[in-house]
């Protein structure tokens, strides 16, 4: 049996603040990235000075009282404010382009519960925002391993975008297993592992899961967060399906717990 669930329940992430930097009347863009956030565990404000080290127009990650992170709001905007779904399923959003900034990656390790369509128009986006940049740091690697969830294999295909990536990472030596409920063989197209069933882990989980190469859980000992957030280095996203088209999960670049997470499928599917 799977059990992505306990580590979800793990999480202990300090309190975090997205602190906008604002140099006139409170813009758009500053209630379209509060209400992204509404009723998560990070907090959306309006610095009242500015902050050392985070420059203008742009928006600052606090954690414990520390400034963390920061990155020009117009990258929040071409990330994730100013688009929707459809960029990624389409392929509109191209593969390159999957970059996050820094205030978002630096949000790891923190529990986040999510809608989707149409209970919510934006919540979900998150989610895939951080799966696709997950994919982009496998086909940069060109190697290791890739283990992707889409509760129906047939997504693969259906979604042009998607299937676009994995044809992508298909062309690289990363080794690339793909998980569902079996409704298509996406084997029979592309260069991938697929692993077909139902209900646990099939049904009900949303994982995307990279590890390089020479990756172990020893690598973090002594690695600092910009080690663990580099390009290159593994990475994870973890989500579950609590009810219909509601979700709960995280991501983290923790080589520990990539490679705990890893194996914990490898094991399990």
Request: cysteine-free; proline content about 5%.
């Amino acid at each position: 049996m799977l059990t992505l669930r306990r580590y979800i329940d793990r999480l202990n992430a300090p309190p975090r603040t997205l602190a906008v930097l604002e140099r006139g009347p409170e813009e758009p863009t500053h209630r379209m990235l509060a209400g992204l956030f509404d009723e998560q565990a990070v907090e959306v404000e309006v610095a009242t000075t500015d902050l050392p080290d985070a420059g203008g127009d742009a928006v600052a990650l606090i954690e414990d009282g520390d400034l963390v992170a920061s990155s020009p709001m117009a990258d929040l905007e071409e990330a994730i404010l100013f688009v929707n779904s459809d960029l990624y399923t389409t392929g509109t959003r191209k593969l390159a382009d999957a970059d996050l900034p820094e205030v978002l990656t630096r949000l790891s390790d923190a529990r986040f519960s999510l809608r989707g369509y149409p209970l919510a128009h934006k919540e979900k986006l998150l989610l895939i925002a951080v799966s696709r940049q997950i994919e982009l740091r496998a086909y940069r690697a060109g190697s290791g391993t890739l283990r992707s969830s889409f509760q129906r294999l047939s997504r693969i295909e259906d979604e042009q975008g998607t299937r676009r990536v994995y044809e992508a990472l298909g062309s690289t030596d990363v080794d690339v297993h793909v998980y569902g409920e079996p409704d298509a063989n996406p084997a029979a197209s592309m260069p991938v592992t697929v692993h077909e069933g139902y209900g646990d882990g099939y049904s009900d989980s949303w994982f995307v899961v990279f590890r390089p190469d020479g990756a172990s859980g020893a690598d973090a000992a002594g690695a600092t967060d910009a080690d663990a957030e580099r390009d290159d280095g593994g990475a994870a996203l973890v989500a579950l399906e609590t009810s219909p088209r509601v979700w709960e999960g995280f991501w983290t670049y923790r080589p520990d717990l990539v490679a705990d997470i890893d194996r914990t499928i490898r094991e399990s599917l």
